[in-house]
């Protein structure tokens, strides 16, 4: 399991890239404020807790139990798509709170939300799956383990592409989520035809 700063730093670098990029060109032409300032923190201190969002039931277990277990929370597995319901409420809710703007908060949320597949991403990648679909499915299910799938493994070529689409469409999803929910928030990346 990787430990929090990897999952908030692989957050705000791989899917928040937009707005890093955007920040650093604001930055070089002088037109962030006081008032961008604090909705850029906001953003990234959503992000950052609805990443660890999975890990949140280890904290409460260190306090009781003693131990960093934190698979569920009652019967609902963490690293499920289920629990990541409390991130889309909590982005929603303090976007909500601050702004009172029913459409900015519904997109917090989307963004929430690609913040905590984020968290389910990585550590897919370095357990070898998570109980994304519980409780359609208790078992885990690795995305990336069937990326490893062999040519010769597939069967057939339709077979073997089904599997690598659908594989990494998983991960664009995810950060089609946020770039979607970041769009909303003025970031944004612009073509410019050469004349």
Known sequence: MPYPVVHVLFFL????????FAITKALSRKE???????????????GSMCTLFPDLPAVYNLFTNGTLDHISVGSIPTHSI????TAVLFGT????????????ALYMGVFAESAFL????????????????????????????????????????SHYLAISIATVFCVFIVIM??????NKFGFEFNYKVKK
């Open 13 to 20: 670098f791989c899917v928040g890239a937009a707005a890093i």
């Open 32 to 46: 962030l404020n006081l008032k961008n300032s604090t909705e850029l923190l906001l953003i990234a201190y959503i």
């Open 82 to 85: 289920l629990f990541s319901v």
């Open 93 to 104: 809710a303090i976007e909500y709170a601050l702004y009172r703007k029913v459409n900015k």
């Open 118 to 157: 984020t968290h389910l991403l990585l550590d897919d990648i370095v357990e070898g799956g998570c109980p994304y679909l519980y409780p359609l499915y208790n078992g885990n299910i690795s995305v990336f383990s069937i990326m490893d799938t062999g040519f010769a493994d597939a069967g057939s070529l």
């Open 177 to 182: 989520m946020a770039l979607f929910a970041l």
